[in-house]
């Protein structure tokens, strides 16, 4: 488990459909950088994978409805 790139997250929320500017995946990729950096010593053993684009699809789909 490795702290994302702004890069990467950029590249997973194109993938959910909710492309983002770069600005913004460098903000979520510096803010969640403590969560990865966090789960580090348990990473890989734990039933779930951290991954932003997510929340922002539920947040798209939320701020449409």
Do not use: N, W
Request: proline residues 9%; charged residues 15%.
């Amino acid at each position: 488990m490795t702290r994302p790139t702004a890069k990467e997250i950029g590249a997973m929320a194109d993938a959910t459909g909710v492309p983002i500017a770069a600005d913004v995946a460098a903000r979520i990729a510096h803010s969640i950088g403590p969560a990865y950096e966090g789960f580090a010593p348990v990473g890989g053993t734990l039933p779930f994978d951290l991954e932003p684009a997510s929340f922002l699809l539920v947040q798209a789909a939320k701020a449409s409805a």
